[in-house]
């Protein structure tokens, strides 16, 4: 499975983006997906889940209220990003996992100025 997350950017503080992570050699229905961050200096840290039927979301107490995951069951996942703060300001990374398997893509730069 290969996945490429999309749709980072430059935005001020309480404005949104919405990120995508498309996965392409296989449909990823029986994945469960999610989205890691990592900020500079600091080690990669969950965001968000959801299981692969899409029925159950998991979010980090940080953007708990704030992201909202969702997916297509096929090929894409979402993150939709509202009020977005300077703290989100990272590289946003997409991950499928399946079978014991983690598989990543290269990540989204999402810029959030003050």
């Known amino acids: 499975v290969q996945l490429q997350a999309s749709g980072g950017g430059l935005v001020q503080a309480g404005g949104s983006l919405r990120l995508s992570c498309a996965a392409s050699g296989r449909t990823v229905s029986r994945y469960a997906m999610g989205w890691f961050r990592q900020a500079p200096g600091k080690e990669r840290e969950f965001v968000a889940a959801?299981?692969?039927?899409?029925?159950?979301t998991y979010y980090a107490d940080s953007v708990k209220g704030r992201f909202t995951i969702s997916r297509d069951n096929v090929y894409t996942c979402y993150l939709q990003m509202n009020s977005l703060e300077p703290e989100d300001t990272a590289l946003y990374f997409c991950n499928a996992r399946a079978f014991g398997v983690d598989y990543w893509g290269k990540g989204t730069l999402v810029t959030v100025s003050s």
């Open positions: 959801i299981s692969s039927s899409g029925g159950s």
